[in-house]
């Protein structure tokens, strides 16, 4: 069982004890019940320092790779241990310790039917950390989550109650702080509560626009794909110089942050976006609300193959069919451009942050019709590749001489020759329409590229896929579009390679999956599927091995193998006295499941950091100590264990 930092040495106590005296905003009776009932009308406060000048790390909203993001994070000056108070009266309704996501973290339900969250907490205040420590070695778990009635904990505003910490997938020291409505909607405190601690006058920021082709016809500077154009920004708007050639039906990406104060490193999220073309609004975002229960629903706003591969998150200023979020104006449309090709269009990207502070982009695009030959092809360094866009296959190939730029098409038996859609003396590019064809291979120049598409898979519904080594079953509305899945075995060294699509695209929901491996392997808990990325695996799980078969669950396409780790997790002692213990401990392969400490078979409570993979121990009471028997044991989610033992005295 994973468990989480010493809340009471003796350092932290007196920090928390000169807290209790200095802040004059803090109660004195840590949690006393009140006179009165709380009053629904009690404006929220701001939960560090309030009263005095605050700043941010960011915005609800904002793009996560996994998620948007659903409240404000408050910055704490890299320190650790700062009070943290309630913002709104009401009762401490939840409580929960893990590792990762939100780490230590406090929920407050409120009259008005609210509630107010606090993570990545260092240490619990009062009664409740002592409730909590109680909690965690009756249970002897060092997870907890546990809910509360409304008059067990009962707190006033600006009451204590934790310090500010570090805790969970934090990546710095800072306070996680969310509004919640009682349909669990994230709601954004800027404009809920609008705290006057935070004073931002500066507009969002716009770094690059993409343009991308819609379907089979569309062309961006004559090609068909996805390009991106860096803005120039003039005061405090932004422009693209140049006109952009295009034709047919585009979409829209931006690039857009919101800088939080003038001399800061952070930024938020763009949640109010406006897009018109020749003065006509074609879309219109606003996230004001974020449905917590839903966050891989953030895939369809952004573009995730390119988040995927370079890490920069575009908002799409387009529909796509399987987007059925909240955000937009219904009577707009999809936001898609249909190019005019009797005259420019002027487009306008207006942006503001919550704050009202707003600027613009702009751009023209140019009509230009479809050519065949392209002088500003650059030079294909392969000799074939293909890429899929929406419904479109696009074949990249060398030209070679007395080809005529024809391409050989293979699919169900048959064979079709292709001319090429656009060229040059550097390169050729064939369209296949994956609606009326799914090719097994396409040749040019004697050179072949076989995409492995085995099927088509319909959003919206579920669906089986059986194939002779593996079998995919998708449930209802698990992908975001039509899924053109890609599926290939191969054997590398002593490892079988089951390929299940592709990384780049994302999965609203976890598939099942059923392999038929060639070799033997034990059935035993130390042999389970893992994804292979590179050189590095990630573990999966063990599965249910039935007929031969071995079933898992996903939630991401890729590379699977099955490996058996047989080596448990590395101890490495820092510090072993009467009064602490404290480790590194890493495991190579299958991950660290669960770390259990005794003195002289006792359980004593462990705390663990799994950003830097150090775990130390936590006694009940301050004056209980560490001597006698020391047992540390780390199990991994193979199943091995390791123990560290030692006579502390």
């Excluded at 705290?195 to 500077?221: G, H």
């Amino acid at each position: 069982m994973l468990n989480k930092k010493n809340f009471w040495n003796s350092k932290s106590s007196r920090i928390f004890a000169w807290l209790l005296l200095a802040l004059p905003l803090i109660a004195q009776a840590q949690f006393a019940k009140p006179d009165e009932k709380f009053p629904a009308e009690e404006k929220y406060l701001y939960p560090v320092h309030p009263g005095q000048p605050g700043s941010l790390a960011g915005t609800m909203g904002e793009l996560r790779s996994t998620h948007f993001h659903s409240g404000i994070d408050i910055r704490t000056n890299n320190m650790i241990g700062l009070p943290v108070v309630a913002s709104k009266s009401g009762y401490i309704s939840r409580i929960a310790v893990t590792p990762g996501s939100y780490g230590n973290v406090i929920y407050i339900t409120h009259a008005d039917g609210n509630t107010t969250l606090y993570a990545h907490l260092d240490k619990f205040a009062g009664k409740l950390g002592e409730f909590v420590l109680q909690e965690h070695y009756q249970r002897k778990e060092s997870e907890l989550d546990l809910e509360f009635t409304p008059d067990q904990f009962p707190v006033k505003q600006g009451e204590l109650i934790a310090l500010s910490g570090n805790s969970g997938s934090s990546s710095g020291p800072h306070l996680h702080f969310d509004i919640r409505d009682p349909e669990n909607y994230a709601l954004d405190p800027l404009k809920v509560a609008g705290f006057p601690e935070l004073v931002d006058k500066l507009p969002p920021a716009a770094e690059k626009i993409a343009l991308k082709t819609l379907d089979i016809n569309s062309r961006i500077n004559d090609r068909f794909g996805r390009f991106e154009f860096y803005a120039q920004r003039v005061g405090n708007n932004y422009i693209i110089t140049a006109p952009i050639m295009a034709a047919g039906n585009i979409g829209v990406e931006l690039v857009a942050k919101d800088k939080l104060s003038p001399q800061s490193q952070f930024y938020g999220g763009v949640n109010y976006i406006k897009m018109k073309v020749d003065s006509q609004v074609v879309f219109n975002q606003a996230i004001e609300r974020v449905n917590v229960a839903e966050t891989r629903a953030i895939y369809s706003l952004m573009d995730f193959k390119t988040m995927r591969n370079y890490g920069t998150r575009f908002y799409k200023l387009y529909i796509d069919d399987g987007n059925d979020l909240k955000f937009y104006d219904p009577s707009l449309g999809s936001g898609k451009i249909k190019v005019n090709p009797s005259k420019d269009s002027n487009v306008e990207i207006d942006m503001g942050d919550s704050d009202g502070n707003q600027s613009k982009l702009t751009f023209t695009l140019r009509s230009t019709p479809a050519v065949k030959e392209v002088k500003s092809l650059e030079n294909y360094v392969f000799d074939i590749g293909y890429d899929i866009s929406e419904n479109t296959m696009m074949v990249i190939s060398k030209p070679c001489v007395g080809s005529a730029n024809k391409a050989t098409v293979f699919a169900n038996g048959t064979s079709v020759e292709v001319n090429a859609d656009y060229y040059n003396g550097n390169r050729a590019v064939y369209l296949v329409d994956l609606r009326r064809l799914v090719p097994d291979s396409i040749s040019v120049c004697g050179k072949t590229v076989a995409p492995h598409i085995n099927i088509s898979v319909p959003s919206g519904t579920d669906y089986k896929y059986y194939g002779e080594l593996m079998d995919v079953a998708f449930p209802k509305n698990a992908i975001y579009d039509t899924l053109y899945l890609n599926t290939e075995y191969s054997v590398k060294g002593k490892q079988e390679i089951f390929t299940i699509g592709t990384r780049n695209v994302p999965l609203h929901k976890s598939i099942d999956i059923s392999l038929k491996p060639a070799f033997d392997y034990p059935i035993k808990p130390d042999v389970g599927v893992y994804r292979v990325a590179g050189k590095s695996y990630t573990y999966v799980g063990t599965g249910e091995w039935m007929n031969g078969r071995l079933n898992f669950s996903t939630r991401e396409f890729g590379d699977f193998t099955i490996l058996r780790d047989s080596i448990g997790p590395k101890i490495t002692p820092l510090v072993v006295n009467g009064q602490n213990a404290r480790f590194k401990i890493k495991d190579d392969l299958s991950g660290v499941d669960s770390i259990e400490a005794y003195v002289n078979g006792k359980w004593v409570l462990l705390a663990y950091d799994s950003k830097s993979n150090t775990i130390w121990t936590r006694t009940l009471k301050p004056e209980d100590n560490l001597k006698g028997n020391f047992e540390l044991v780390i199990t991994d989610n193979a199943g091995n264990k390791s123990r560290y033992l030692r006579k502390i005295l």
